[in-house]
């Protein structure tokens, strides 16, 4: 059987890096890594689904840094900042009860291609379904998006009592390639849960951006550009001869005899007149 794994947390230190920034020995690892926990499950809750894409996370000293990734910036901040202020005053209570020192700042950052982002995917066909919308129709809007996008590729896969069936049953769809097994594939993961009526239906989408290069790969690109904008250079100097364009001085050209070009006359007058001279 194959082994599943998740798809960011293998390209995590190739292509990705970590939602959370900070370094903790033993003593503190493991409450600063609960806390996260209840930072983004309160953010989640508050937001609800379809507007918070990913959340991190960076600490220093006392100071906890919340970097909020969203479709609708306006749904977070709220009125004149009204909204980001009652969040920051929540966070702050909540990290306080560890360390009363602590201080957090809440930053909003706009997610500019939401059709792209396999989390907003997933929980708006998360959404869609809680609707009583057909589960085909709501993954085969979000496929013609990912297309219209430019996308290379999206799975999605949705499982669970679909349609209100007596039988649980999972169905899927995808269009263009997902390479799963090559790391330096930028592919999205995203996952969302429907809780309908008849229960609760998962939601996972796989979506495939392009590739991305490691950096060592991407120097050795640019150096090669780099030489070869240096022998373009070399080349403009004029260091070659030109070329002539008469092609051979007097001599007449191919196009010039075929026709009968008077350019030609002079030379055949100069051939003839001595052996007319000799005649005479």
């Given at each position: 059987m194959g082994q599943k794994i998740h798809p960011v947390g293998l390209r995590v230190g190739v292509i990705r890096g970590f939602d959370s920034h900070w370094y903790y020995g033993k003593k503190g690892y493991a409450a600063a890594l609960l806390q996260d926990h209840r930072i983004r499950r309160y953010i989640k809750n508050r937001t609800g689904l379809g507007n918070v894409s990913r959340i991190e996370i960076e600490r220093a000293a006392n100071r906890v840094k919340v970097n909020i990734f969203t479709a609708r910036p306006g749904a977070i901040i709220g009125r004149g900042g009204k909204g980001i202020d009652e969040l920051t005053d929540t966070l702050n209570?909540?990290?306080?009860?560890?360390?009363?020192?602590?201080?957090?700042?809440?930053?909003?950052?706009?997610?500019?291609?939401?059709?792209l982002d396999a989390q907003l995917v997933a929980e708006n066909i998360a959404v869609q379904l809680e609707k009583r919308i057909s589960h085909r129709r709501a993954m085969?809007?979000?496929?013609?998006?990912?297309q219209r996008m430019n996308g290379r590729g999206i799975k999605v896969l949705v499982a669970g009592r679909l349609n209100g069936s007596e039988i649980a049953r999972s169905e899927g769809d995808k269009f263009g390639k997902i390479p799963l097994h090559t790391i330096r594939a930028d592919i999205d993961y995203g996952q969302a849960t429907a809780?309908?009526?008849?229960?609760?239906?998962?939601?996972?989408v796989w979506i495939?951006?392009?590739?991305?290069?490691?950096?060592?790969?991407?120097?050795?690109?640019?150096?090669?550009?780099?030489?070869?904008?240096?022998?373009g250079d070399r080349n403009d100097r004029g260091d070659r001869r030109p070329r002539r364009?008469?092609?051979?001085?007097?001599?007449?050209?191919?196009?010039?005899?075929?026709?009968?070009?008077?350019?030609?006359?002079?030379?055949?007058?100069a051939a003839t007149t001595p052996t007319e001279g000799a005649q005479a």
């Amino acid at each position: 059987m194959g082994q599943k794994i998740h798809p960011v947390g293998l390209r995590v230190g190739v292509i990705r890096g970590f939602d959370s920034h900070w370094y903790y020995g033993k003593k503190g690892y493991a409450a600063a890594l609960l806390q996260d926990h209840r930072i983004r499950r309160y953010i989640k809750n508050r937001t609800g689904l379809g507007n918070v894409s990913r959340i991190e996370i960076e600490r220093a000293a006392n100071r906890v840094k919340v970097n909020i990734f969203t479709a609708r910036p306006g749904a977070i901040i709220g009125r004149g900042g009204k909204g980001i202020d009652e969040l920051t005053d929540t966070l702050n209570r909540v990290v306080r009860l560890q360390d009363p020192t602590m201080v957090v700042q809440v930053n909003v950052t706009e997610v500019r291609q939401p059709e792209l982002d396999a989390q907003l995917v997933a929980e708006n066909i998360a959404v869609q379904l809680e609707k009583r919308i057909s589960h085909r129709r709501a993954m085969r809007q979000a496929m013609t998006r990912v297309q219209r996008m430019n996308g290379r590729g999206i799975k999605v896969l949705v499982a669970g009592r679909l349609n209100g069936s007596e039988i649980a049953r999972s169905e899927g769809d995808k269009f263009g390639k997902i390479p799963l097994h090559t790391i330096r594939a930028d592919i999205d993961y995203g996952q969302a849960t429907a809780h309908t009526v008849y229960g609760s239906v998962g939601v996972k989408v796989w979506i495939y951006k392009g590739e991305v290069l490691p950096d060592r790969r991407l120097r050795e690109i640019e150096a090669a550009r780099e030489e070869q904008r240096g022998r373009g250079d070399r080349n403009d100097r004029g260091d070659r001869r030109p070329r002539r364009d008469d092609r051979g001085g007097d001599r007449p050209r191919r196009d010039d005899r075929a026709f009968g070009n008077t350019n030609a006359a002079p030379a055949e007058a100069a051939a003839t007149t001595p052996t007319e001279g000799a005649q005479a």
